[in-house]
């Protein structure tokens, strides 16, 4: 054996023997989660017990984030203790998470990314299924989409929520990278692309720069448009991300071709849990106001005079009425902060309906 055989042959000896001890430590925090299950289980009332606590799981990806060293990314260190902490979730519970399907699209990203693997992962047809999945106790959490960066709301989300009794008890935040996915080779061959609405949108300027005439056909979503384009012949193509061209076994013929590169969409995990505060929180609010003058100025005013940041203002009509709106907002803060608590006080006076659709993390990764 050479030197350079040698010192090879040393390092893969510390890295078996680090493996072990991470193995052991692995097996030990798992322990400790078990230990947390059967004191969950203890103090219980009613039967309802919850096992996943996203305020805690958000501030112990902070903290790694924060103490990283490298040379592994803050990120993928994150990533790989997000796994961890799934693989412990579900050693206390089996999660199944409904999420707006089918399989490979961007909302099951998201849902992977927040609850990590150790997860049952259910695709369902539609935003509204996935809170009666919900709402049934059939599955404990659902993902649903809210916004996008380039595209803007999703308005069926929020219309849902009017109706519904759940709680929003968190948020993802996922990059969305769309790619050309076909088996055809060349490009110049392609006839037809299939995508999402929202997704033909988000790559227009690209689409009528590169494939100016050709067929563009919405379907019901990226995944759907993936799986066309792995069955049709002739010069089909489907816009997507990597779940879905992993899923319909599909080459990316051109990477990234959406128009923002910053282009981001925000998920909301639903359910029937008020997490408490993280330190880093954001409450979304539910508000109508009598239809008179001023009454806008009146609903953000103690919002204001408390110092509180507003991140968002939706407005949609009410359906109760002809020109009668209600408003989605977000602010910063958990209702519990003394300020917050205060502010939403007033706001329930000057407004005809408040409701909390929740306080929860902000997103971490
Ligand atoms: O701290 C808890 O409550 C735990 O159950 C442990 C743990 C973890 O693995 O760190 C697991 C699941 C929860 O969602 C939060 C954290």
């Keep these: ?59 112990v990806l902070r903290r790694i984030l924060d103490r990283n060293a490298g ?13 961890i ?30 609850f990590g693997h150790s997860v049952i992962s259910v695709p369902l047809g539609a935003i509204d299924e996935v809170f009666r999945e919900v709402e049934s106790g059939n599955a404990h959490y659902g993902v649903v989409p809210v916004e ?9 989300t929020l219309d849902t929520f009017m109706n519904s009794p759940l709680q929003i008890c968190g948020e993802v935040e996922q990059r969305i990278h769309h790619h050309l996915l076909s088996r055809e080779p060349d490009i110049d061959r392609i006839r037809r692309v299939y995508s999402h609405q929202q997704s033909l949108a988000q790559c227009r300027e690209w689409l009528d720069a590169h494939l100016p005439r050709v067929e563009r056909i919405d379907v019901s979503s990226n995944a759907e448009a993936a799986r066309r384009a792995a069955v049709e012949e002739g010069g ?44 880093k929180d954001k409450t979304s609010l539910l508000i109508s106001a009598p239809n008179k003058p001023g ?15 507003m991140t968002r203002i939706e407005s949609r009509p009410s359906r109760r009425g002809m020109w009668d709106y209600v408003f989605f907002i977000d602010i910063l803060g958990h209702a519990e902060d003394a300020q917050v608590a205060k502010a939403l006080g007033e706001l329930d006076e000057v407004s005809t309906l408040l409701k909390v659709l929740g306080s929860y993390p902000m997103a971490v990764m």
């Design 71 to 83: 040379p592994l990314s803050a990120e993928e260190v994150a990533r790989l203790f997000r796994e």
């Design 236 to 279: 089909v193509a489907a816009i997507a991300g990597d779940l879905a061209a992993e899923r319909y076994e599909l080459p990316a013929l051109v990477r990234n071709i959406e128009d923002e590169p910053d282009n981001t969409t925000r998920f909301l995990i639903i359910g029937k849990q008020s997490p408490g505060p993280s330190g």
């Design 1 to 59: 054996m050479n030197d350079e055989q040698q010192q090879l042959e040393d390092i893969r000896q510390r890295i078996d023997a680090l493996d072990q001890e991470l193995q052991t430590l692995i097996n030990e925090r798992a322990r400790c989660a078990q230990a947390v299950a059967h004191i969950k289980e203890r103090s219980g009332t009613g039967g309802k017990v919850f096992f996943y606590r996203p305020e805690r799981e958000a501030q």
């Design 295 to 309: 009454a806008l100025y009146r609903l953000l005013d103690p919002l204001f005079r408390h110092q509180i940041s």
């Design 148 to 156: 996008n960066s380039t595209e803007g709301v999703v308005n069926h």
């Design 85 to 114: 902490m799934s693989a412990c979730l579900a050693l206390e519970q089996p999660m199944k998470i409904a999420y707006l399907g089918p399989e490979g699209t961007f909302t099951q990203a998201a849902a992977l990314k927040h």
